[in-house]
């Protein structure tokens, strides 16, 4: 059974840093892509960060620059340090994952977990 269970998400003020993590199982972690989706209230899921298996990153625009993906293998564990953050960042971060490739569209992804929640105060 897969299972990715993010954690890490609250309440920080804008200016702060928050850092989610994702530990999946039932997959062979290391082969996968990972990535990061968030969804704001009345929009649709969108793509925050992907990191392949060989370790290239990818960023959203609205990110780049202050938003850093990470994975540790060893540990099935993907990272996602939001620094920077502004108000326009609140959303349920979702974590995500591929077998095959390199793609980031939502239906791309053939795992999801449950999300997690970052709201960020002005």
């Known amino acids: 059974q897969v299972q990715l269970v993010e954690s890490g998400g609250g309440l920080v003020q804008a200016g702060g840093s928050l850092r989610l993590s994702c530990a999946a199982s039932g997959i062979t972690f290391r082969s996968y892509t990972m990535a990061w989706f968030r969804q704001a209230p009345g929009k649709e899921r969108e793509f925050v960060s992907g990191?392949?298996?060989?370790?290239?990153?990818y960023y959203a625009d609205s990110v780049k620059g202050r938003f850093t993906i990470s994975r540790d293998n060893a540990k099935n564990t993907v990272y996602l340090q939001m620094n920077s953050l502004k108000p326009e960042d609140t959303a349920v971060y979702y974590c995500?994952?591929?077998?095959?490739?390199?793609?980031?569209?939502?239906?791309?992804?053939?795992?999801w977990g449950q999300g997690t929640q970052v709201t960020v105060s002005s």
């Open positions: 995500a994952a591929r077998s095959r490739g390199v793609r980031f569209g939502v239906s791309d992804l053939d795992y």
């Open positions: 990191i392949s298996w060989s370790g290239s990153t």
